[in-house]
């Protein structure tokens, strides 16, 4: 009278039982957050650069404080840590290679820092393409650096695409700023 | 239009007892959903029967959610209970099918719900075509625990909708995705699995690392996904039942994501970047063997499987603005498809294989759109701040991708709209999602 379905007994069990006691039996590997650059407490970046230079403090700069030059915390706020660009493009711009002309000398100064870079995108994209944009926008970055001197071994790239912006706001305001590749430094060795 | 093979008009006009309804139609009830449906199909399920004490509250629960996957459609319309004459008392006794003619009830479901005493749940159900007086098909009976109560009501409602417009269903199925909390500047993500409704909510990973796109296989066991758990984006595979995962490596100091298994659930295509240039390329599952299928300085990205393997669609910026192209799957000469105004992105072939979904990005707009598989006959179906990454339901009807609101307090959230654009409504969560990727129908 009926037509049966044809599952049988046992794979109601599997099938049919509650996936949730599967789940929560199961041991959640701990998840490693190994990046090397995460001896920087701000690794995504949430300060403009300030220029320090006329802040009045005059030698016995503390190591480490943004005084020191041999900081990292100087080489984010007076060299800069980033530079931004335009929309779509992964060209560098006359201002970035400023930037990042100080960047390598400073690199040079201080060869036991390496560097990650962090390319990044707005959101105005989709997801899988502003990674590779991202990508794109870091490489351009160490290319430009491994012209000026520094050792490529010492740095590495990584993309964010459009999952760490700086900036919220849905305005190009915001979105400017989040076109950005971020050189983070660190005296961990990257590999 | 809407297609009823009987009009209302002369079911209404042919009266309550009128025998010659049956012989005037040109063939059984179907609702016909190819060209979008205006005015939806008004059906009737009184809650099931329930055979005892034990079954009460899910026959009442059953019922709800039958309705709730039929409504949900836009392709029918209940009837509210506070409408009906008629009463089901007994699953077995004869339809007094004048009392749901009365109501205007084209068709009508009728169940019973039995629980025994060591949490099984059986769930009989017959479906009615009330103004021909007949049954359409069989009557069905299923058999499962307790806490496979809404598969039961999926399952139901996935036979009344086959029956009724003989098209596949997609109740029964499920969808995992990218959980979102927190602000847009510090966003939490975990990979979660639930229901195509949004119910049995589960967390597949913890919100510690990044992680982004996941796709089913094709038997829906196992997820492929790319999360920055090592610190650089990598691509997982993840066993559902178990939440296991392992990493599939790739060459150091190289970047990969965007993965999709190949129709053959051995084979995964993603990108790859190396000194900044992405690439596709294909990787035996098994062996971890690795070939290449694009070689340009472009970004080349977004891969998505022709169901019969022998294709893939993908997303490239070769021409200036990322657009798509399809290629064999082996690689080789690809050919451009997209060529509107706008750029196109995150194409997916269709279960069926004849439309490629997409999302495009035109004058500051997102949409989601179809298009068939030489590129002709575009369709676009939303328009957003911002819409992205859309996924088939099982039979390849129905879409589901990503909006996300604009401005410093947007939140994603999951949408569903039919290939037709019509019934465009947001996946009851009350989570931040994004990146769904659709099962096929469950066994």
Known sequence: MFAYDKLNKEQMKNEWGNPMNILSKTTILATVLALGACSSADRFGNSDAVDLNNSGVAGGALAGSPQDPTSAAYFQQTVGDRVLFAVDQSTLTPQGMATLDGQAQWLSTNIEYSAVIEGHADEQGTREYNLALGARRANAVLEYLTAKGVAPNRMKVISYGKERPLEICSEESCYAKNRRAVTVISVVPTS | ?443
């Open chain 2, 1 to 443: 239009m809407m297609k009823y093979v009987l009009t209302l008009l002369s079911a209404i006009l042919l009266g309550f007892a009128a025998p010659v309804a049956a012989q005037e139609r040109d063939g059984p009830l179907r609702i016909e959903i190819t060209e979008g449906v205006i005015e939806p199909l008004p059906y009737a399920v009184p809650v099931f029967v329930a055979d005892n004490a034990a079954a009460a509250q899910h026959a009442q629960n059953i019922t709800q959610v039958i309705a709730a996957d039929l409504s949900g459609t836009g392709l029918f319309r209940e009837i509210p209970a506070s409408a009906h004459i008629g009463r089901i008392t007994n699953f077995a006794s004869p339809i007094q099918f004048p009392d749901w003619k009365a109501i205007n009830a084209q068709a009508l479901i009728v169940g019973g719900v039995s629980a025994d005493g060591a949490g099984r749940l059986t769930v009989r159900f017959r479906l009615y075509d009330v103004f021909a007086g007949q049954e359409i098909g069989q009557g069905l009976q299923l058999q499962g625990t307790v806490d496979g109560w809404r598969r039961m009501a999926h399952k139901v409602a996935d036979q009344v909708y086959s029956r009724l417009t003989g098209e596949d269903a997609y109740f029964d199925s499920r969808v995992v995705f990218v959980a979102e909390s927190g602000p847009k500047d510090n966003r939490q993500k975990q990979l979660a699995i639930m229901d195509y409704d949004g119910a049995n909510l589960n967390y597949l990973t913890d919100a510690r690392s990044i992680v982004l796109a996941p796709r089913f296989s094709p038997g829906d066991d196992q997820v492929l996904y790319t999360s920055y758990e090592s610190g650089f984006p990598k691509i997982y595979v993840l066993d559902v039942a178990s939440a296991g995962r392992r990493v599939l490596e790739t060459q150091q100091g190289t970047m990969s994501f965007a993965p999709r298994f190949a129709p053959d659930g051995r084979t995964v295509v993603f990108s790859l970047t190396t000194g900044g240039n992405t690439d596709l390329y294909t990787m035996d599952i098994g062996s971890s063997r690795t070939s290449r299928l694009t070689s340009a300085p472009s970004i080349e990205t977004a891969p998505s499987f022709s169901p019969d393997g022998s294709r893939i669609v993908f997303e490239s910026d070769r021409s200036g603005l990322p657009q798509l192209y399809v290629m064999p799957a082996s690689g080789g000469e690809a050919q451009r498809i997209s060529f509107g105004q706008g750029r196109y992105g995150t194409p997916v072939w269709s279960p069926r294989g004849d439309l490629i979904a997409f999302t495009k990005q035109s004058k500051g707009r997102f949409h989601i759109g179809v298009m068939r598989t030489d590129g002709s006959e575009e369709r676009l179906l939303t328009a957003s701040f911002l819409d992205e990454g859309p996924t088939w339901a099982p039979n390849g009807r129905v879409i589901m991708f990503t909006r996300e609101s604009q401005g410093a307090q947007g939140q994603a959230r999951l949408y569903s709209v039919d290939i037709t654009g019509r019934n465009l409504r947001q996946v009851p969560l009350d989570i931040g999602a994004s990146d769904p990727s659709w099962s096929g129908l469950q066994k």
